[in-house]
Every structure is written in C-alpha cells, then in structure tokens.
C-alpha cells in the first residue's frame, strides 16, 4: 500500500539498527503501539474452536493461579500435572531428559469444562489436598514452594496465547524484586491438555540464570560468603549426552496431540516457516520470505531487538564459529498470522556432536512476509554466543 513508509522522526523511534535493554513489554506489543496503526496492521487471532476456548480458559485461570497460590506446599502437583512432565528445554544441555517420563495412559478420565475443571480441583482439596497441604507446612520447604518462600512477590502474566488444539502456546512476564529491585524475565510454555482439562506435558523455556529461584540461591551464596568469595553462576563442566533428546520430546508430543484443520492463511503460513524460514535459518537468512524494511528480530531474554541487515550479521557470525551448524523445526502450532516454531540447532563443538533448542514466535503480513520473529534461545549454548553479543552491544 502506497505511502505507508516510516518517516525520518519516525525511523529514529521506531526503527534503530539495535535496541538493547528496554521493558519487556515492548516485545509484546503488536496491534497496540503507533508503528503498528502506521503500517495498518492486524494481529489476527484466528478462531478458536470449544475445545480452544476451554484450554484457553483453564490456561488463564487454574494455571495461571497455580503460579501465585496452589504453589502453597507444591499442592498443585498432586492433581493438575500427571506425573513428572515438566520439560526445561533451554537446560536440556546441561541436565539431559533429567526426570521426563511419559504418564501411562488412563481411560477413565472424562471430559470437563473450565468451570468443571474448578470443582474438580476444588473437591479434591477437600478431600485429598488440605490434608496434604498442613502435613508438609510442617516440613523444610522444597522445590517451587521453597523459591516462592525465598522470592514472596514474584508474579507471572501472560502476554501472549495461542490455543492450537488440545494445546497451548504462550508467552509470559515473570516479575519480582531482588535486594529492593525490580527484576523480570520473559519465558515460554507449550502445555499439552488431557481430556479432563489436566496437564500431559508443560515444556518450559526458561533462562535461569535470570529467574527467581536462580537469583534467590546466590542471594543465599552471597549472604554466607566473605565478599571477595562470593561464587558466580557458572554452567557445569560435564554435561551430559543431549542429542536426540528433544527429539523424543516432540514425538511424545506429536503423539498426544488431536488433529486440527487449519484455515487456508494458517496452512500457508506453516508452509512458509516449515519450508522457506527454514531453510533460511541454514542459508544465512539469504531469503525474500523477510520483509526487508520491517523485519525485526526480538530476542526477549536478552532485551534485544535488532533489523534483518544485523540479524545477516549474527547468523555470518555463528556460521564462522560452526560452519556445520544445522537447523531444523521439530514442531509447528499456526493460528491466525502467527505461527510458532520449535527448533533444534546441531554442530559440532570440539568434534562433539551438540544440539540446544529454541523456540521461535513468527508474525507473518497478508503477502506472506515475516516481519517479526521472537526467538527464545539458550546462549550459554549457542554458536559464537560471545561474538554474538559482542555484536549486539550485550
């Protein structure tokens, strides 16, 4: 459309080569800020079908208040998440599959509504959880109950959700405060719900290097050590075998997940990130699926942003440290313009077979271009991470 080019005074508010280190909103905001109403643009949410809707609402309400109150003693774990499916992708290098095992399969359980959901949970707390719940109060604090009792205001919000399915794709602000200051991190969940609106598997992308929990241990380091020993935060020296590893992640997946029957503009946009995206994230980014004036890549862990000219630079970069490196999707959820891409990156690192995963969040326009991708990496184990974000300012 003609005319719709950003003006000089615009370019410099809107625009820069590089953003570093503002609010975390900034990354979230599409429809509601000037440069998207200058461009006419509409994040399209898509239709949701009942079953959409329900996980969307349980997503926003028991979940979401799993965060902030049934975290009480780890309480919520008894019922709403099956087993030990709680997945930390961008760790997987440091930890393995740690303690992911697949739910056996229960037939009994039948569908229920949000609000069904609720009175579900609420009459096992009657039953089963309170007593659960006084028992442990009367023992040393462990695992989320004991970083909430070290971190008491931290809070969770969600700034981005796509239903796809019997799942959930979404994006969060987690905030709290560390020695009297304001911190927050952004982190990705990809939940799988069961038929009775309980949790199969949650695969979390979270950077612990900036997280509560994280933040409270070396507070507690701090506090015991002479300042000249105070410890840093440093990743373990024998990692252990990772490949295939989230491979066995995403076939779990695939085989939970209900078969959905995306619009034309969703199965294009799939298309176009399991076909054109793709293969670009190998090719250097030498593609014309980007658009090549409004491209923006945000990376929210890093508070950085930064335009498809620098993003040329950073892949030249990582291509220079692993002239070996690979990309490729392992999963793809689509729902109106959007479409989200889990992804693995392998190399080879000192003759070491290594891989560490990402997760992308893609906004397409109505021709077809990308002009915003959100990608949550781990850039302790990146490719030429330290050239990277010497680039970047970081």
Request: with cysteine; charged share 25%.
């Amino acid at each position: 459309m003609p005319g719709l080019e950003l003006t000089d005074q615009e370019k410099a508010a809107f625009h820069q080569d590089i953003t570093r280190n503002r609010t975390l909103d900034y990354f979230y905001v599409f429809d509601n800020n000037p440069l998207q109403f200058i461009y006419r643009d509409k994040l399209i949410p898509g239709e949701l079908t009942d079953l959409e809707e329900r996980n969307k609402t349980i997503t926003e309400t028991l979940w979401l208040d799993s965060y902030h109150q049934e975290l009480v003693c780890n309480v919520i774990y008894g019922y709403f998440y099956r087993g030990r499916i709680l997945q930390m992708p961008l760790q997987i290098h440091q930890v393995g599959a740690g303690m992911f095992s697949a739910p056996e399969a229960d037939t009994s359980r039948v569908y229920a509504s949000a609000d069904g959901l609720r009175a579900n949970f609420d009459a096992w707390m009657e039953s089963t959880g309170w007593k659960l719940v006084e028992d442990m109060r009367k023992q040393p604090a462990m695992a989320s109950w004991q970083s909430l009792l070290g971190v008491p205001d931290r809070t969770n919000r969600i700034v981005s959700l796509m239903p796809v399915g019997n799942q959930v794709v979404m994006e969060l602000i987690c905030t709290w405060t560390e020695e009297g200051v304001l911190q927050e991190s952004a982190w990705v969940v990809v939940l799988i719900y069961d038929v009775d609106g309980t949790v199969l598997q949650d695969r979390s992308y979270i950077d612990m290097g900036n997280w509560p929990s994280a933040n409270l241990r070396r507070a507690q380091a701090r506090a015991k050590a002479p300042k000249k020993d105070r410890p840093k935060t440093t990743a373990p020296k024998d990692r252990p075998e990772t490949t295939g590893v989230m491979d066995g992640f995403y076939e779990y997946n695939r085989g939970l997940q209900i078969e959905v029957n995306p619009t034309d503009l969703e199965k294009r946009n799939l298309g176009i990130i399991e076909g054109a995206w793709a293969d670009a994230q190998n090719d250097g980014l030498d593609s014309k699926v980007f658009h090549p004036d409004r491209f923006r890549m945000q990376l929210p862990l890093q508070k950085c942003s930064y335009n498809l000219d620098v993003s040329r630079d950073v892949e030249d970069i990582v291509k220079v440290a692993a002239p070996d490196r690979k990309i490729r999707v392992g999963m793809t959820f689509a729902k109106g313009n959007q479409v989200v891409a889990e992804g693995v990156v392998l190399w080879n690192k000192d003759g070491v077979a290594t891989e560490t995963p990402f997760i992308s969040f893609l906004v397409l326009d109505k021709d077809g271009l990308i002009i915003r991708e959100r990608r949550y990496p781990a850039m302790d184990n990146w490719p030429g991470a330290e050239r990277v974000m010497a680039r970047l300012g970081l």
